[in-house]
């Protein structure tokens, strides 16, 4: 079965700080997502990377940045954290782009 | 127009019945269709996926594919108030990869 682990489920930051989530999968997926999802707005891609060090803007990146080192471990950065960012954020991975995601559990952020 | 259209619904059937979800999208040549089930508070899980035009059927869930309309629909039949939740409907889309675009979700109550 594909595992995809990410590092909080909670997490509670105050404005202007910088954040990091962590997003770790096991079956070798070069193709790795990161989406934020909001009552109502459904799932909105922020950042992708279909290799090691490789990144695609999504739909929504401004505010974010991403890092991926190794391939099994993709990270969303929060440079300064901002209330309007407070969302569930979700990370996928996949063999192909266009192929089946799976998902993590997702980490439920809160920005004060 | 969104790439990718699902009724918001909520949508009630009662216990033992045919529940039918729709979706609709924009791009003529997507080629991968997908549809996921998402528990309140949870994160995405696949239910089935369909890339060729007719029905495929799992269990008591069929997906239906037309490419010639651009649309695909879940069927579930024998609806079970453990069914309940919101179900995303997942298309390769227009991005540069190609990569899922996933409409906003219908909200499915099952009642006993």
């Known amino acids: 079965d594909v595992k995809v682990t990410q590092s909080s489920r909670y997490l509670v930051k105050r404005t202007g700080e910088k954040v990091f989530l962590e997003c770790v999968q096991d079956m070798d997926h070069e193709n790795m997502f990161w989406y934020r999802q909001d009552p109502g707005l459904g799932l909105r891609l922020i950042y992708f990377?279909?290799?090691?060090?490789?990144?695609e803007k999504g739909d929504i990146p401004e505010g974010y940045s991403v890092s991926r080192e190794k391939k099994e471990r993709f990270s969303l950065i929060l440079e300064s954290a901002s209330t309007n960012q407070t969302s569930m954020y979700l990370c996928a991975s996949s063999p192909r782009p266009s192929e089946t995601q799976y998902f993590g559990p997702g980490t439920r952020l809160t920005v004060l | 127009q969104k790439e990718v259209e699902q009724n918001s619904g909520p949508l009630s059937v009662p216990e033992g019945a045919i529940a039918s979800l729709n979706c609709t999208y924009s791009d003529r040549v997507s080629q991968s269709f997908f549809w996921y089930r998402q528990y309140s508070g949870k994160s995405p899980e696949l239910i089935m996926s369909?890339?060729?035009?007719g029905d495929k059927e799992d269990g008591r869930f069929t997906a239906q594919l037309n490419k010639a309309s651009q649309y695909v629909s879940l069927l579930i039949r024998d609806s079970q108030p453990s069914d309940s939740a919101t179900y995303l409907c997942?298309?390769?889309?227009?991005?540069?990869?190609?990569?899922?675009?996933f409409g906003s979700g219908t909200q499915l109550t099952v009642l006993p």
């Open positions: 990377s279909y290799d090691v060090k490789m990144k």
């Open positions: 369909i890339y060729s035009n």
């Open positions: 997942a298309v390769n889309g227009k991005g540069s990869a190609r990569q899922l675009t």
